[in-house]
């Protein structure tokens, strides 16, 4: 089947502003967007710049927009979204982040908010011997935050970062959150400098783009909501 792969292009080098350019594939059933892109990048212009690493959908490097929707180059089967949406596929780089050129896009801020909200263990209590055993079901309550793999797609997508308001972000909270509700960590304290300010969980509007965009199936806005709601009682315990 013959796809157009609209893809837009910016090089800060020599370009002005963006622009979009054509490019004509014959893509077979089993072709995901990211191998087009190397088809492209190998045979037909070697300059197309995109970011890709384990191309199985783990690394998270390869979100970009595709029809205007996030989604991961390497598990997109490129003729299914051409049969259901139309033949030709606009490819454009993450929103809301800035572009560095064609589809890449620098994450400095997106990691800079990740490393506020201190992803890592803050130990409840010392075990004093043996290992720190948690039940299953207490470790299922962050399970899903767990899956997450820093794509920036629910940043994309976040309508409240798209109109440029301040908040922290979908990703950085779910990160919060996969430490929060893990039983051998302190939870809310030693993040509710970040996690309570005005632009932390409660900047989030509720909209749930980001949950319909997650390529991991996270439920990103529930996450947000239980830490929102953490936070209140933690303040409320504290006054
Ligand atoms: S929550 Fe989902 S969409 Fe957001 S960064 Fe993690 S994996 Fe990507
Ligand atoms: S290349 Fe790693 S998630 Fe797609």
Redesign the pocket.
Same mark, same amino acid.
């Given at each position: 089947m013959n796809i157009v792969l609209r893809i837009k292009r910016y090089n800060p080098e020599t370009d002005e502003a963006a622009r979009f350019q054509d490019f004509t594939i014959a893509a077979e059933p089993a072709d995901r967007l %990211?191998d087009c892109l190397m088809l492209i990048k190998r045979t037909m212009d070697g300059t197309l710049s995109f970011r890709? /690493? *384990?191309?199985?959908?783990? *690394?998270? /490097?390869?979100a970009m927009t595709i029809n205007g929707v996030e989604r %991961?180059? *390497?598990?997109t089967l490129v003729q299914d979204v051409a049969e259901e949406e139309g033949a030709v596929v606009t490819v454009e780089p993450l929103r809301s982040l800035p572009v560095q050129r064609d589809l890449m896009v620098d994450y400095t801020r997106f990691f800079e908010a990740y490393r506020v909200v201190k992803p890592f263990l803050f130990p409840v209590a010392k075990v004093e011997e043996g290992e720190n055993i948690q039940a299953p079901e207490v470790r299922k309550k962050f399970d899903d935050p767990t899956k997450c793999?820093l *794509?920036a797609s629910c940043q994309s997508a976040c309508p409240v970062i798209v109109e440029g308001k301040d908040f922290l972000g979908p990703a950085a909270i779910v990160q919060a959150a996969r430490f929060v509700f893990d039983s051998r960590d302190e939870g809310i304290a030693p993040r509710l400098d970040v996690l309570g300010a005005p632009n932390g969980a409660e900047a989030c509007e509720g909209h749930f783009e980001c949950t319909r965009v997650c390529p991991r199936g996270i439920k990103v806005t529930k996450n947000i909501n239980l830490t929102k709601r953490a936070v209140k009682q933690f303040k409320e315990k504290d006054d």
């Open positions: %990211l890709k /690493s *384990c191309a199985h959908g783990v *690394c998270g /490097s390869d %991961l180059a *390497c598990k793999i *794509c």
